[in-house]
């Protein structure tokens, strides 16, 4: 029973994550490293994500078919796995960041009423 | 799936090496040193054991685990419903058990691949005579070496005859069930000795040494198996044979009773033109790797065709050996697995009756768990899992059960039956019990499980624990279900009905004379010495003589074979002085050679004219002056359809016997079929011993056995049956037929009356408030019985129509089964539908009579 508790809490900060990967990777194919550098320098270093907790995300999201692995050469001529947005997690991308939208939204209005009313 | 998951957590190492290295490659731009670098960089990763797990992790199978946690449930709900679950268990382990029994019966005669090379290659050639009513007959040797020399189709050719010879030189002649073989056999077979050698073409030299090969049984039987057997030598008719080999197991598959085999040697004589005719080698034949059967029918067809000007219709039929094996049994064999095909049907139909009724009662419990945000097809793969559970339970059972059957069919099979010994519960056998049972579980599993899953929620919960919300789909399903089931049992109980009055009716039939106290045995004599012409009748007469002597020893004859016990001769004949309508064929007959008191022995009756004397026997010369001959009814009305054929003659080539008696019609090989006409001829030709006595025949079987052998040391005896006996045994297969179908239509009625049962007391249950509103508000008692008893009554009545309808597209397979009986027979079609409604009738009296009993205070008081 704990394991499965556990679990669940893991997936709700997971879900982040792979909002945040799936948005690096709008911009194009990186590898690995790359994505954790991205995340890290686009929230101005505010989110510091575990970087180890990348992998089970990207290997989540090879599972569902929403990005895919592809083979290359990274700027510095070393081999490197190159992860890609498929359609389908580009479709994924637009619903989770509408979902995303309508939550942070809720939120706001919940958290900020007084804002609101003054609108 | 597994392999892409194999190899992401194969790369998952390399990939966090690589992560961290240029981690620690960006610190070191950062101005850190490398150890320090490299430090950060590993802490910033975090804990890479937990992050390999995690990665594991998304790539482990969830369904794997859902499956096991729906298994542990529905053990423990299947549990905790024992009554119910004992009832589907035991449903489905009859119906499952009769389908593998059936099927293991069916997989060892059917698909069980002969124990040779390529089986599907090698083809049995007949000759066919539609006109004299022989569709399939054996070949002659000048065919068969015409046949073989067609090497653009066959790749080896080989024939056999069987021959009778008794091992002599020991202390009692035994006889020997023998083969002739030609060296080519075993080639087609493809069979090797396993000691020894196999026949070569020098061995067919007639007049050359004699040789024999022996079966396993035999070496085992006379040497004990000593490999020093080889080189010696056995008497067989008081001839020397050198043993050359010994054959291997895989032989008596095909040929399960042949101890010994000796090499045909075809004589000038037979290879004749006059022999063209003579048809008494089976011939076999390997197929060239590039020639199709079809092709091989085709090359023949053209072969017989430069017949078709010779009088009669004439044919070579090239027969895969499989189907020689199987021959008529093919067809009541797939009947039988049909059959229990439905008995599984209507078991499923019954058993998804018994869930729908079930889940009903789960409604609430099902309710609560969408609500708590089970997916649909989530329910569906768990209540699934339950039917699955089920039906491997009950397979397993029915394995158990199969195992019992078996051992009372095997019983009840007919001995003719090839294969019978491979009828075994073997891996195919397992095979098919785990897919039926899967099938089964689908069957019976998915329609209920997907109905409940749909349940109204709201409807449900709000209903509280009754959970009546689905009961309209789930009555009007459950209907539909015991319909379907009626219409199966209906279709079974038609077709057991119909041979339950076929065996009737060819039990019915008088064979045409009195198998009663009637012994029958053969008489195996050395050809040596009773090729002889003089030697046969004085033989036949001593020993005559002697039986007749014996006490409780009515009539004793000697013929060349007796009705039920051998295949008998087949002859052309003539008839002088009459004019052949145009397009007749040539008249044809059965032939059998007897001594004089042979009508008597078997009480034929005389029709007219009069039986032989011992004057009219004679030894060869069959037609010179003075022969007689005795006809039975069947030929003279079909060739004498209104005169009388006393002092006709018939004859050969211009030789002609006088006919001086008719006797009554005799079924010679079949109670069902009709015998083509019998001519008698008196004679010594026979070697089959018919004796009637007093009492019990097979009390003097050991007397009239001991009485031939005081005559000659060599004559060996064999076959002793009760012709009694053999008449029953040819109504083997139709009995094994009968009582099978019989017990599936009944297990098939029973399962359909619960069915019904079930449906209407469920009825009864459900609607136990508005009887009760029905009956306070003044309705008869009565009215309610009615309307409880129509409900049932309409059911099975359309039931029964849509059965008839049903049987109506099935009738042709079971047409060739029967005999006296249409497969449109009304007595059977009515008295099988009335049964069914009167029994249906009865099995919704009792939920009836409840309904008619509702206390209506105390049903309006639950509503």
């Known amino acids: 029973m704990s394991t499965k508790e556990q679990r669940e809490h893991i997936e709700l900060l997971q879900g982040t994550l792979d909002l945040l990967i799936l948005r690096t990777l709008l911009l194009g194919p990186a590898h690995g490293h790359a994505i954790a550098k991205a995340i890290e320098f686009k929230s101005e270093e505010v989110l510091q994500i575990e970087q180890g907790s990348l992998y089970p995300a990207l290997h989540r999201l090879i599972k569902r078919a929403w990005i895919l692995v592809e083979e290359g050469t990274s700027e510095n001529n070393r081999r490197a796995k190159f992860y890609r947005l498929t359609p389908k997690g580009r479709k994924q991308l637009a619903i989770e960041t509408s979902k995303w939208d309508k939550l942070a939204g809720a939120i706001a209005r919940i958290l900020r009423p007084v804002e609101r009313e003054g609108e | 799936m597994m392999r892409r998951r194999k190899r992401m957590l194969e790369e998952l190492d390399d990939d966090i090496r690589d992560h961290i290295e240029r981690e620690t490659q960006d610190n070191i731009e950062r101005g850190m040193s490398p150890e320090e670098a490299r430090y950060a960089a590993i802490r910033k990763f975090g804990n890479v054991t937990r992050v390999k797990e995690e990665t594991r992790e998304v790539w482990s199978v969830v369904w794997f685990e859902q499956l096991l946690a729906d298994m542990r449930f529905g053990v423990r709900m299947l549990r905790k419903n024992s009554g119910f679950t004992a009832i589907v268990v035991l449903t489905l382990a009859l119906g499952i058990g009769a389908n593998t029994a059936i099927f293991s019966v069916v997989n060892a005669v059917l698909f069980h691949p002969l124990p040779i090379p390529e089986p599907h290659r090698v083809v049995v050639l007949h000759d066919q005579f539609p006109s004299w009513n022989m ?126 085999w000796i090499p045909a040697a075809f004589s000038p004589e037979s290879l004749t033109e006059e022999h063209r005719w003579y048809v008494d080698y089976t011939m076999l034949a390997r197929l060239r790797k590039d020639v199709s059967l079809p092709q091989a029918q085709a090359a023949m067809n053209t072969v017989a065709d430069r017949f078709k000007a010779e009088g009669f219709t004439f044919g070579v039929e090239v027969r895969p050996i499989l189907d020689e094996q199987v021959g008529d049994a093919r067809g009541s064999l797939y009947i039988l697995w049909g059959a229990v095909g439905l008995v599984l049907l209507v078991t499923c139909a019954n058993i998804a009756n018994l869930l729908l009724a079930r889940n009903v009662g789960r409604s609430r419990e099902i309710a609560v768990r969408a609500a708590l945000g089970a997916v649909r097809a989530r329910l569906v793969t768990q209540l699934l899992t339950e039917s699955l559970l089920l039906s491997l339970v009950g397979g397993g059972f029915g394995l158990l059960l199969a195992y019992a059957f078996l051992a009372g069919l095997t019983r009840i099979a007919p001995a003719d039956l090839p294969h019978l010994d491979a009828i075994r519960l073997d891996s195919d056998v397992l095979f098919f019990t785990l897919v039926v049972s899967f099938i089964a579980a689908m069957l019976f599993g998915l329609v209920p499980s997907a109905l409940s899953a749909r349940t109204d929620l709201a409807k449900t919960l709000k209903e509280g624990g009754r959970g009546t919300g689905s009961s309209r789909g789930g009555r009007k399903l459950r209907s539909i279900l015991v319909t379907s089931e009626i219409v199966l049992a209906l279709v079974l109980l038609v077709g057991a009905g119909l041979l339950l009055r076929s065996f009737a009716k060819v039990l019915d039939v008088q064979p045409g004379f009195d198998p ?313 079609l009515i008295a099988v539908s009335l049964l069914l409604l009167g029994m249906a009738i009865a099995a919704t009296f009792i939920p009836a009579r409840r309904a008619m009993r509702v206390d209506p205070m105390v049903a309006l008081r639950y509503e």
């Open chain 2, 135 to 260: 569709p399939r007959t054996k070949v002659s040797p000048l065919q068969f070496l015409e046949f073989s020399r067609r090497t653009d189709l066959f790749e080896s050719t080989g024939a056999l005859k069987p021959a009778n010879l008794n091992l002599t030189g020991r202390d009692q002649a035994v006889r020997l069930q023998v083969m002739e073989a030609t060296a080519g056999l075993f080639t087609t077979l493809g069979i090797e000795p396993i000691l020894g050698r196999m026949f070569t073409t020098n061995d067919e030299t007639r007049g050359g040494a004699h040789v024999v090969l022996m079966s396993q049984r035999l070496w085992r039987r006379l040497f004990s198996g000593n490999r020093s057997a080889l080189g010696g030598t056995i008497k067989l008719d008081g001839q020397s044979y050198q043993i050359v080999g010994v054959l291997p197991e895989n032989i008596e598959t095909l040929y399960p009773h042949v101890e010994a």
């Open chain 2, 516 to 828: 009663n106290n009637l012994l029958a045995m053969r008489v195996s004599l050395p050809t040596a010495i009773y090729g002889n012409p003089k030697q046969l009748p004085v033989f036949s007469n001593t020993l005559l003589g002697r039986i007749s002597a014996v006490p409780g020893v009515v009539h004793a004859s000697i013929a060349t074979g007796i009705p039920f016990a051998s295949d008998g001769y087949n002859t052309t004949f003539e008839i002088r002085n009459r004019q052949a309508q145009p397009n007749e064929p040539v008249p044809h007959a059965s032939v059998t050679y007897v001594t004089s008191s042979y009508f008597e022995t078997f009480k034929i009756p005389l029709l007219r004219g009069r039986f032989f004397s011992s004057a009219d026997l004679r030894y060869g010369n069959w037609l010179a002056t003075g022969a007689v001959r005795i006809i039975d009814e069947a030929l003279a009305k079909r060739f004498w359809p209104n005169g009388d054929p006393i002092g006709t003659e018939i004859g050969n080539d211009g030789q002609w016997a006088t006919i001086v008696g008719v006797v009554g019609r005799v079924h010679d090989r079949d109670l069902a079929t009709e015998s083509e006409g019998t001519i008698y001829i008196p004679g010594y030709g026979g070697t089959t011993l018919a004796v009637r006595t007093a009492s019990d025949p097979m009390l003097l079987a050991g007397v009239v056995s001991e009485q031939l052998r005081a005559i000659d040391e060599d004559v060996a005896v064999y076959d002793v049956e009760a012709v009694k006996d053999l008449v029953s045994a040819s109504l083997a297969r139709r009995r094994f037929a009968t009582t099978l179908l019989t017990l599936f239509a009944l297990l098939a009625f029973l399962l359909a009356l619960t069915g019904l049962y079930g449906v209407i007391a469920y009825v009864v249950t459900e609607r136990a408030p508005e009887i009760g509103l029905r009956l306070a508000l003044g309705a008869q008692r009565t009215d309610i019985f009615r309307l409880m008893l129509t409900q049932g009554l309409r059911i099975a009545l359309l039931g029964v129509v849509l059965g008839l309808f049903t049987f109506s597209l099935v009738r042709p397979l079971i047409a060739s089964q029967l005999y006296g009986v249409g497969s449109t027979d009304l007595f059977t």
